[in-house]
């Protein structure tokens, strides 16, 4: 069974801090990581992906990406009340068929 | 925008009634995927396509049927309804220039009394 696990939350952090998102798979055989951002009431929409070990950066947020310790991380920088959302870390290999984390919930108070 | 509708966007049905979901694409997407999201579980699999008449279960398919006769359309199909199919119910296209790049359809809310 391909798992991804996430904390739940809800991580809270102040207007202008760093938020740290996490996440773990199960499949070694992963190959490409996602995280998504979904507001309520919304669909998910795709913010990063990362395909190789290290840093991705894109704006405000950087994609961390752990191979041998089977870790993905999110960081948000200058964190505005925008991002309060749910974030959902993906993980997927050759099958076209992503496995979904549940989700942590971000909350960004002024 | 990558052009994936999903219709109703809400209906209200009661218990053993059929429905029909329907997500329609604009850009000849070959993948295409139905999930359900309840609040504590996240993103579950209902079924995917991967082309015209070509289908497969996914980690909660029972209940659940699916039909893909042309590119464009994906069907779900819950052919007597319960109360446990009460759901948001997401549609999600293959896109991006890498495997298991998702972009999703506005969902569909079903509540079954």
């Known amino acids: 069974q391909k798992e991804v696990e996430q904390n739940s939350g809800p991580l809270s952090v102040p207007e202008g801090a760093i938020a740290s998102l996490n996440c773990t798979y199960s499949?070694?055989?992963?190959?490409?990581f996602f995280w998504y951002r979904q507001y309520s009431g919304k669909s998910p929409e795709l913010i990063m992906s990362i395909y190789s070990n290290g840093d991705k950066e894109d704006g405000r947020f950087t994609a961390q990406l752990n191979k041998a310790s089977q870790y993905v991380s999110l960081l948000i920088r200058d964190s505005q009340p925008s991002d309060s959302a749910t974030y959902l870390c993906?993980?997927?290999?050759?099958?076209?068929?992503?496995?979904f984390g549940r989700g942590t919930s971000l909350i960004v108070h002024p | 925008d990558a052009g994936i509708t999903q219709s109703p966007r809400h209906k209200v049905t009661e218990t053993g009634t059929p429905v029909t979901l329907r997500c329609h694409q604009t850009?000849?997407?070959?993948?295409m995927y139905w999930y359900r999201q309840d609040p504590g579980h996240g993103l579950r699999l209902i079924h995917y396509s991967y082309g015209v008449k070509d289908t497969d279960k996914g980690e909660v398919s029972d209940g659940y049927s699916v039909s893909r006769s042309k590119t464009e359309d994906f069907l779900l199909t819950l052919e007597s309804a319960t109360s446990s199919q009460t759901s948001v119910y997401f549609c999600a296209i293959q896109t991006g220039s890498g495997a298991n790049v998702l972009t999703f359809g506005a969902g569909s809310r079903l509540t079954v009394l």
């Open positions: 993906a993980a997927g290999g050759g099958s076209y068929i992503p496995t």
């Open positions: 499949d070694r055989g992963s190959q490409s």
């Open positions: 850009e000849n997407h070959r993948y």
